[in-house]
T-cell receptor, first 114, second 113 residues
Framework: EAQVTQNPRYLITVTGKKLTVTCSQN?????MSWYRQDPGLGLRQIYYSMNVEVTDKGDVPEGYKVSRKEKRNFPLILESPSPNQTSLYFC?????????????FGPGTRLTVL | QQQVKQSPQSLIVQKGGISIINCAYENTAFDYFPWYQQFPGKGPALLIA?????SEKKEGRFTISFNKSAKQFSLHIMDSQPGDSATYFC????????????FGAGTRLAVHP
């Protein structure tokens, strides 16, 4: 089954404790992206990657890091989480040949930073 | 500021009624306008999309109306069903924008039986 998977689905942590949210897709998509969803703000892009070893900032990159060492994986790293990073996070992927079309989203990771 | 403005924030419709969600944008470089549907506990999924060279697109009960001069587009759900209850996001992408989706704030739709 074609899908984007994220782990963990739920995470409660404390300020300053480094964490990683994993994202993996099995559709051989070049493009992957991380969004955060907050009430009244919709989804905002954090980082994106157009291919292996190619990453760039989205609209709200502060406090986050990413890496793209393999085509299928795109982990999101919070080196020192803060309460304002409490949010619902989504990973998405798509083919580069179809800009904007058919972005497939993972099931989401709900993060709470105390 | 929100580049894509969406209204209303929430909407209650009776079964069989028409649900209408509106979006407006300012950036004339936007060239693709998708709508995403999100059920509780799930990620958004593409519902329907339109390009600005078309004024209307229909897929089943879902229709996008697009007004290029007014920089507005809307989603109409005909014969709304309880199973349509979800959060709907309008979005836009920009030519050369590397697949980046710019989302509206979302509309929570509840269809009552």
């Amino acid at each position: 089954e074609a899908q984007v998977t994220q782990n963990p689905r739920y995470l409660i942590t404390v300020t300053g404790k480094k964490l990683t949210v994993t994202c993996s897709q099995n559709m051989n998509h070049e493009y992957m992206s991380w969004y955060r969803q907050d009430p009244g703000l919709g989804l905002r892009q954090i980082y994106y990657s157009m291919n292996v070893e190619v990453t760039d900032k989205g609209d709200v990159p502060e406090g986050y890091k990413v890496s793209r060492k393999e085509k299928r994986n795109f982990p999101l790293i919070l080196e020192s989480p803060s309460p304002n990073q409490t949010s619902l996070y989504f990973c998405a992927s798509s083919l580069m040949s179809k800009p904007g079309l058919e972005q497939f989203f993972g099931p989401g990771t709900r993060l709470t930073v105390l | 500021q929100q580049q894509v403005k969406q209204s209303p924030q929430s909407l209650i419709v009776q079964k069989g009624g028409i649900s209408i969600i509106n979006c407006a944008y300012e950036n004339t470089a936007f060239d693709y306008f998708p709508w995403y549907q999100q059920f509780p506990g799930k990620g958004p999924a593409l519902l329907i999309a339109i390009r600005p060279d078309v004024s209307e697109k229909k897929e089943g009960r879902f229709t996008i109306s697009f007004n290029k001069s007014a920089k507005q587009f809307s989603l109409h759900i005909m014969d709304s069903q309880p199973g349509d209850s979800a959060t709907y996001f309008c979005a836009a992408t920009q030519k050369g924008g590397y697949n980046k989706l710019i989302f509206g704030a979302g509309t929570r739709l509840a269809v009552h039986p």
